[in-house]
């Protein structure tokens, strides 16, 4: 098995990533969500922010040295409450979606109900 790719494969690849999410973006009737989707990449900016923020905390002087991990430590708890608490609203969306179409369909069927 050879798991090396050509060059023109790789760009291939990415240019169908990068084309798959621009279709999310720019779809105007949001039937798909691009969020559940692109929240790990907002992840992973977000845990660079607080690298980056720790860094310059922790080079602002003496208590910025005893500061920054304290900073940081919060700031990736915060971070990834917050990234969790959207997907948990994506999932009670996906879940109840279902329950929606169903009750949509009997009342359709029996309109008196």
Known sequence: ??????????????????????????????????????????YVLNLLGAVLYGLQLLFSGFWGLVTAPVAFL???????????LILTFFRIADQLAPLTDESAAKSVQNPLL
């Open 1 to 42: 098995m050879n798991t090396d790719q050509s060059p023109g494969s790789v760009l291939s690849s990415l240019w169908q990533q990068i084309r798959a999410v621009l279709d999310l973006v720019l779809d105007l009737s949001f039937k798909r969500l691009v969020t559940p989707r692109l929240v790990r990449t907002l």
């Open 74 to 84: 919060l700031y990736l708890i915060v971070s990834r409450v917050m990234v969790e």
